[in-house]
Nanobody
């Protein structure tokens, strides 16, 4: 099982930037595809971005494509989400997630069905 701890959330004005971090620990932390999801008040949790186990492939929701960038530093077992040109509709709690099966690309974990571990979430608030 992979343990995940997010950090980096906060409040920012529209057009601003934030970088989220997710520290992963556990035996398979460096070999699991990872993803970011978000959940706004009164809405279902939705996919944001994901990255393959080795960082070679990424996948994004249409709503964030071109504005957000996911990356990972495997020696440190940390996944990042760089968020630029933030909009009020990006306001949500952001969750880091780890794939249940190792050595996979980014698309399976994006479906949420194969998520084995969740972080506790970090709040992102974008004001207009």
């Amino acid at each position: 099982q992979v343990q995940l701890v997010e950090s980096g959330g906060g409040s920012v004005q529209a057009g601003g930037s934030l970088r989220l971090s997710c520290a992963a620990s556990g035996r398979t932390a460096s070999s699991s595809a990872m993803a970011w999801f978000r959940q706004a008040p009164g809405k279902e949790r939705e996919f944001v971005a994901s990255i393959s186990w080795n960082g070679g492939s990424t996948y994004y929701a249409d709503s964030v494509k071109g504005r957000f960038t996911i990356s990972r530093a495997n020696p440190e077992n940390t996944v990042y989400l760089q968020m630029n040109s933030l909009k009020p509709e990006d306001t949500a709690v952001y969750y880091c997630a780890a794939d249940a099966v190792t050595f996979r690309g980014p698309r399976t974990v994006a479906t949420m069905k194969s998520v084995a571990s969740w972080g506790q979430g970090t709040q992102v608030t974008v004001s207009s």
